[in-house]
């Protein structure tokens, strides 16, 4: 188990790789909910830098052993598109069996959302990127639940802090976060790689919720 200044650490190097990757860019985007934001956050390129991608797979890991326990859930599900990536490192590193969730249904073969061996009853724990609103991880437990699976909890590595935890408990479902952004701001910031601006740029972000 961590200890908490352990665990400090562990944030602080975490928002050290985003920005030397370039992961944490400024300007007007349309996030895939629909809504605006002044900043956005690109972790689909993590896997492009391997050291990197590494580290975080095995942050995920250690918090699902310690936090959660690999005895309360039986399946790991990616949620499409990014989480995949990162849900099917994982699944392999902690020896669990790995399944993802179609964007789309198939109209052919089996007919299915979700790709991979799920059976009534099968306790799903579900992997995410990162979360703003919460809706894609709602979408992808009813894909889930509708096959028979359990879903109880869900991972991300960032949460962007803009209702996801409030909208997930509502469908029963308990987020867990291995960063918040406000964490990775106050980091960047007291270590001068942001300024004061882009610092007041994404708390105001989160204010507005």
């Known amino acids: 188990m961590r200890t908490e200044k352990a665990s400090q650490e562990k944030k602080e190097q975490m928002a050290n790789i985003l920005f030397k990757i370039d992961a944490l860019k400024f300007g007007v985007f349309k996030l895939s909910s629909g809504k605006a934001s002044p900043y ?15 580290e975080i797979c095995d942050f995920y890991a250690e918090y699902l052993t310690n936090s959660i326990g690999l005895k309360n859930f039986n399946r790991i599900v990616g949620v499409p598109v990014a989480g995949i990536i990162f849900a099917s490192q994982v699944a392999y ?51 889930v639940r509708a096959e028979g699976g359990v879903v109880t909890d869900a991972i991300v590595f960032l949460d962007r802090e803009e209702g996801a935890r409030q909208q997930l408990e509502k469908d029963g479902i308990k987020l867990h976060e291995l960063l918040k952004i406000s964490e990775i701001a106050n980091n960047l910031y007291e270590t001068g790689a942001i300024d ?13 919720q």
């Open 93 to 143: 590193n902690l020896k669990k069996p790995f399944l993802y969730v179609r964007k789309g249904f198939r109209l052919h073969g089996r007919e299915r959302r979700v790709e991979g061996v799920l059976s009534s009853g099968d306790m799903v724990l579900l992997i995410d990127d990162l979360v703003t609103t919460g809706l894609t991880l709602k979408r992808t437990a009813k894909a």
């Open 40 to 54: 956005y956050v690109d972790l689909r390129v993590i896997p492009s830098f391997p050291d990197a991608f590494r």
């Open 196 to 208: 004061k601006e882009s610092l007041k740029t994404i708390l105001k972000q989160i204010k507005k």
